[in-house]
């Protein structure tokens, strides 16, 4: 069976708006990297990029974010390499298990400030639940066939989850402010 994600196959489990955050591990049998998150995160999302990391088997990642001064490496950080520091996430991976612990941006950027990262990796319950589908139609550039792309908008529909082939409107408005008020198109000042 055609798995989106593991969060998402059977059906969506709310958060609880009063979580506070929790640990994630990467999946080392042992010296795992630890990474504390102080709370709980924003925007999450399934994303069908190239670039965000993926359980075994899903077609689809699940990432959220969480303001940068919120994460901390609190065990075995010297796991930890960047995969391609030239991304504009750069996503910090374990070396040897291959998770994703967090994804900082540290050029100029309409999210700078906000890291990425997976709430699976924790065992804690209370994280955001997924709010929205993006970069649906990236995963035919990784090699899903395109007639089977309806089937997963309808999969993602049948759970609550709209789909974007970006990401979602507020997100993109955020972007293209950003974007305006970089080029004086839009007032500094809003
Ligand atoms: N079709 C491309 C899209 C990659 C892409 O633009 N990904 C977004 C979303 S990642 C989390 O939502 C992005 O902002 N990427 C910046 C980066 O990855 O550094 C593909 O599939 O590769
Ligand atoms: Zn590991
Ligand atoms: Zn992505």
Known sequence: ??????????????????????????????????????????????????????????????????PVDKVSVTANADKLHIIDSSAAIQRNACKECGVHLFGRIVNDHPFKGLDFVHTELSDSKGWQEPQFAAFVSSIIEQGFRPEGIDGVREKFKSVGLETYDVLSPPLMDLIATYTGQKSGKLPAKL
Do not use: Q
């Open 1 to 66: 069976m055609l798995s989106i994600h593991p969060s998402i196959d059977n059906g969506i489990t709310k958060g609880d708006s009063n979580f506070s955050g929790g640990k994630l591990y990467c999946r080392c049998p042992s010296n795992k990297v630890e990474v504390t998150l102080g709370s709980n995160v924003l925007h999450n999302h399934a994303c069908g990029c190239s670039k965000c990391w993926k359980p075994e088997g899903a077609l689809f990642s699940v990432v959220g974010v969480i």
